[in-house]
Nanobody
């Protein structure tokens, strides 16, 4: 069982940066691939970034590539999402998710555990 708690969201101007954190409970965090997803009002939840349980491989949605960076610290049971050059279209609730496999997935239904979400609002 893994519990996930996101933090770091907020209001930022376009062009600014935020770093989201996702703290996980449980001793097996290092055996979970992690993903970040987001959901804007009236839209479906979408994949943002994923990372394998070693952190050796990552992937990003085209819309955030070269602006966002996912990373993890297995010693501290935390996964991060560094978001730079933020745009108004990045406004959404951001969720971290975990699945008990090496590889992450770009599909929300493949994840077993979810955090409660953190709001990111980018003003123009």
């Amino acid at each position: 069982q893994v519990q996930l708690v996101e933090s770091g969201g907020g209001l930022v101007q376009a062009g600014g940066s935020l770093r989201l954190s996702c703290a996980a409970s449980g001793r097996t965090f290092s055996r979970y691939a992690m993903g970040w997803f987001r959901q804007a009002p009236g839209k479906e939840r979408e994949f943002v970034a994923g990372i394998t349980w070693t952190g050796g491989s990552t992937s990003y949605a085209d819309s955030v590539k070269d602006r966002f960076t996912i990373s993890r610290d297995n010693a501290n049971n935390t996964v991060y999402l560094q978001m730079n050059s933020l745009k108004p279209e990045d406004t959404a609730v951001y969720y971290c998710a975990g699945r008990g496999t090496y590889w992450f997935s770009t599909f929300a239904w493949d994840y077993d555990y979810w955090g409660q979400g953190t709001q990111v609002t980018v003003s123009s």
